[in-house]
Structure formats: C-alpha cells, structure tokens
C-alpha cells in the first residue's frame, strides 16, 4: 500500500514524464479524444435521426399508422400495400378519415414521398409554405426549409432526384412527413409500384381509443404492422432499430481498437525512452507494483484529458452537421452518453498500457542502468 508522501511524488513523476515529452503526450490524448467523438458524433446522429424521424411522424396530424409486414421502423422503400386497403379502412368502425404515401429512398437518409396533397391537406391542415406553393404539374415538388437551405434551391430550382428531373415549386416549413414530396401517382410510376403504398394515415373520431382501434385493426387485417402513433414513435429507439444499433457497436469497437493501438504504441515508446529511468528506480528499491503503477496513472490521465478533449470535439462535429447536412443529418447531444464514451476510452487505454507494463517490470536492473 502507498503511504501519502509516495503517493505524491508518483504524481509527481506522471506529471513529469508527461510535460518532458509534450509531442507523444499531445499525440495520445488527441487520439483518445477523436476515439471519444467518433462514439458521441454517431450516438448523436443516430439519436437525432430517429428523433426527428418521431417529430416529422407525429407533424402529419394522424392517430394510427398501417405498415406492411415487410418494413421496419425506419425504412420507407418498400411499397407491397394495395390503394385498395385505403377506401377498405374508411369503412371500418370509427375511422373517420385515410389517405396513404410512398417513399422512394434517395442519397443518405433523404426519401421521396409521393403524397396525395388534397388528402393530406385534410389529414393534418396542410403545409405553410414559407415561399411559393403546392405543386401544379407532375414534374414539381416541394422541400422542407431545411433541405432547401442545404441544397440551396429556391422557387422555380431544378433537381434530379431518381434520375428524373424536376422543379421546386413551393417551401414548406419543416417538421411533417418529408423533407421532399412529389404527386403520389408520379412517384409510384417513377419507382415501378402503380396503385402501391408504403404507409397508411387513419385519422379515428376519438384519439383517446386509439389503441382500442388499433386492436380491432389488428384482428381485421393479420399481418399488418399497426400502430398508434404515440406506440411507433415510442418504438423509434436505438435498441429496435437493429441496423443502427449494429453500426454503433461496430463505431465503438473501431474506436477502442484504435484507441488501444495509439496507447499502445505511446505507452511502449514511453518504456524505452525511460529504460535507464526505470532501472534507476529499480536499484532504489521500487518494486514491480510501483512501476506499473507509474505507467497505469500515465495512462489513465491521458486517457482522461483525451476523454475530456472528446467532449469538446463533439460539439465540433456538430457544428460542422447542422451547417452542412441540416436536412440530411440531425445530431444530438447525447449527456447520458459522457460517462460511457469515457470509460470505453478509459478501458481501451488501460488495456493498451499492459504490454508495456509487462515489458517495464521484466527489464534486467544491470542491463536498464547501462542502457544509453
């Protein structure tokens, strides 16, 4: 056990070693820190993602959502439901109102809905439109504000989108449904699904027995993905969206790999720099523990810095999305996700300080103190 009095001058040798190789030290906490915002950048996005995916879901103004069996939460491209189905829910017990969508995936996360405005104006009140209008023929379509500014288009802009080109007739302000609409039949045309939908909006005439509703749906139609739309807004989670929560995972052990590599690599150069220094300590009586305890602390306050530097850089890269990718890429902060970023980074690092302990406490005493 370390008494007070060796506690400090061990602190004082870590502060030491570190200052007297400013480059190598720089060097280790910037990797820790770009380990660390490699996991905060993509938690945020993906947070961020589905939660603007929830805001824009519950902009539309309906009470229930009808999927086909074969989607998942987050993806629109599929579109194996009949138009059929939606004349067939406005029969059903207290149903007072559907219409339906498809999405045509672009680049990123951007989609392509095809809409039927009248219907939709109806469901939800409408777009407001910050500059310009609806669209008038079937090559148009409106953007959302956001996409607009990221893609710098105005009224009357021209963009190909599916390889097909087409006129920006109107601005609407952001937060329902899509980031870009088009007519319903020109999109399902454009994507090879005639009289095919992707998703099914039910307005009922008492929102508060949604679920109930949702329940006789379910019995009606087997199969089915339906939902109220507090429940598939609720469901709209890292953990039940399977692709984001693998790639996540896939991020982190990246960042660890790389993060134990740089630790690694800084802490066993710092061994052979110090081979004499280490001797030296060893002829004065410090034992095997002290000297791993002397690398661990090292590391462990290189991997704090890095950590803390992490933090900071996050809040860079979220600055560099919301002015670049506004309408494409949405990041969070994500606090809960502080304290687990750091100690992925600390535990990357202190694993990667092993080796280089190892290598530290078996070096030969006579041979250390002749080392030049």
């Given at each position: 056990m370390?008494?007070?009095?060796?506690?400090a001058v061990l602190?004082?040798?870590?502060?030491?070693?570190?200052?007297?190789?400013?480059?190598?030290?720089c060097l280790?906490?910037?990797?820790?820190g770009?380990?660390?915002?490699?996991?905060?950048?993509?938690?945020g996005i993906s947070?961020?993602?589905?939660?603007e995916?929830?805001?824009?879901?519950?902009?539309?103004?309906?009470?229930?959502?009808?999927?086909?069996?074969?989607?998942?939460?987050?993806s629109?491209?599929s579109?194996?439901?009949s138009?059929?189905?939606?004349?067939?829910l406005?029969?059903?017990?207290?149903?007072t109102?559907a219409?339906?969508t498809i999405g045509?995936p672009?680049?990123?996360?951007?989609v392509?809905?095809?809409?039927?405005?009248?219907?939709?104006?109806?469901?939800?009140?409408?777009?407001r439109?910050?500059?310009?209008?609806?669209?008038?023929s079937?090559?148009?379509?409106?953007?959302?504000?956001?996409?607009?500014?990221?893609?710098?288009?105005s009224?009357?802009?021209?963009?190909?989108?599916?390889?097909?080109p087409w006129?920006?007739?109107?601005?609407f302000?952001?937060?329902?449904?899509?980031h870009?609409?088009?007519?319903?039949?020109?999109?399902?045309?454009l994507?090879g699904?005639?009289g095919?939908?992707s998703?099914?909006?039910?307005?009922?005439d008492d929102?508060?027995?949604a679920l109930?509703?949702?329940?006789?749906?379910?019995?009606?139609?087997?199969?089915?993905?339906i939902?109220?739309?507090?429940?598939?807004?609720?469901?709209?989670t890292?953990?039940?969206?399977?692709m984001?929560?693998?790639?996540?995972?896939?991020?982190?052990?990246i960042?660890?790999?790389v993060g134990?590599?740089?630790?690694?690599?800084?802490?066993?150069?710092?061994?052979?720099?110090r081979?004499?220094?280490?001797?030296?300590?060893k002829?004065l009586?410090?034992?095997s523990?002290?000297?791993?305890?002397?690398?661990?602390?090292?590391?462990?306050?290189?991997a704090?810095?890095?950590s803390?530097l992490?933090?900071v850089?996050t809040?860079?890269?979220?600055?560099?999305?919301?002015h670049?990718a506004?309408?494409?890429l949405?990041?969070?902060?994500v606090?809960?996700?502080?304290?687990?970023?750091?100690?992925?980074s600390?535990i990357?690092?202190?694993?990667?300080?092993?080796?280089p302990a190892?290598?530290?406490?078996?070096?030969?005493?006579?041979?250390s103190?002749?080392?030049?």
């Amino acid at each position: 056990m370390f008494v007070p009095a060796e506690v400090a001058v061990l602190n004082k040798l870590v502060l030491e070693n570190l200052r007297q190789r400013p480059v190598r030290t720089c060097l280790s906490v910037f990797a820790i820190g770009v380990e660390v915002m490699m996991i905060l950048t993509v938690v945020g996005i993906s947070y961020g993602t589905l939660d603007e995916t929830a805001r824009r879901a519950r902009g539309i103004g309906a009470d229930i959502l009808v999927r086909p069996a074969s989607s998942s939460i987050i993806s629109l491209s599929s579109a194996p439901m009949s138009e059929k189905l939606v004349p067939f829910l406005m029969k059903q017990p207290h149903v007072t109102f559907a219409t339906g969508t498809i999405g045509q995936p672009l680049e990123g996360f951007d989609v392509l809905t095809g809409i039927d405005l009248s219907q939709l104006n109806r469901l939800s009140g409408g777009f407001r439109f910050a500059r310009g209008g609806s669209f008038e023929s079937d090559d148009e379509v409106i953007v959302d504000e956001y996409y607009a500014r990221e893609k710098k288009l105005s009224v009357g802009s021209t963009i190909t989108l599916a390889n097909h080109p087409w006129r920006v007739s109107g601005i609407f302000e952001s937060g329902k449904l899509s980031h870009i609409c088009a007519r319903l039949n020109v999109v399902q045309d454009l994507t090879g699904n005639p009289g095919k939908l992707s998703q099914i909006y039910l307005k009922v005439d008492d929102p508060a027995r949604a679920l109930v509703i949702v329940d006789q749906l379910r019995a009606t139609m087997p199969g089915y993905l339906i939902y109220t739309m507090e429940e598939f807004t609720s469901l709209l989670t890292i953990n039940s969206v399977g692709m984001l929560r693998d790639f996540i995972g896939a991020v982190i052990a990246i960042a660890v790999i790389v993060g134990f590599i740089v630790v690694t690599m800084a802490m066993y150069t710092a061994v052979l720099e110090r081979t004499r220094e280490i001797g030296i300590l060893k002829a004065l009586g410090a034992s095997s523990g002290y000297i791993v305890n002397l690398l661990f602390r090292e590391t462990l306050l290189i991997a704090i810095l890095g950590s803390l530097l992490g933090i900071v850089l996050t809040d860079g890269s979220k600055w560099i999305v919301m002015h670049t990718a506004p309408a494409s890429l949405i990041q969070e902060t994500v606090y809960s996700w502080w304290p687990i970023a750091s100690g992925i980074s600390v535990i990357g690092a202190l694993l990667g300080a092993i080796l280089p302990a190892w290598k530290a406490v078996r070096q030969d005493v006579i041979q250390s103190l002749g080392y030049e």
